[in-house]
């Protein structure tokens, strides 16, 4: 017969990540399924922002403003540093 086997361990994300990830499954887990409560391998490396708007453009330019603006005032040291995802 067939086994299930729960992959659960992440090692690429940092917790934070997988803390935001952990929340969105939760809130879709299917009925009858227990929600899936991944876990971060990596440790923490610093915060996770999310931010929602009506439109595509104005969401993209204020994420571009808001690194650009972070980078200047010394919070982020490099673009390399930056990481955003976007669905």
Do not use: M
């Not at 917790?15 to 990596?42: K, W």
């Amino acid at each position: 017969g067939a086994s299930v086997i729960d992959l659960q361990d992440n090692y690429r994300s940092s917790a934070e990540i997988i803390q935001a990830a952990n929340g969105t499954l939760q809130s879709r887990a299917p009925e009858g399924y227990p929600p899936r409560q991944l876990v971060s391998r990596r440790g923490s490396h610093g915060s996770v922002l999310v931010w929602h708007s009506a439109a595509q453009e104005i969401e993209a330019r204020h994420i571009a403003q808001d690194i650009l603006a972070r980078r200047k005032c010394g919070d982020i040291q490099s673009l390399r540093d930056v990481f955003v995802l976007y669905r």
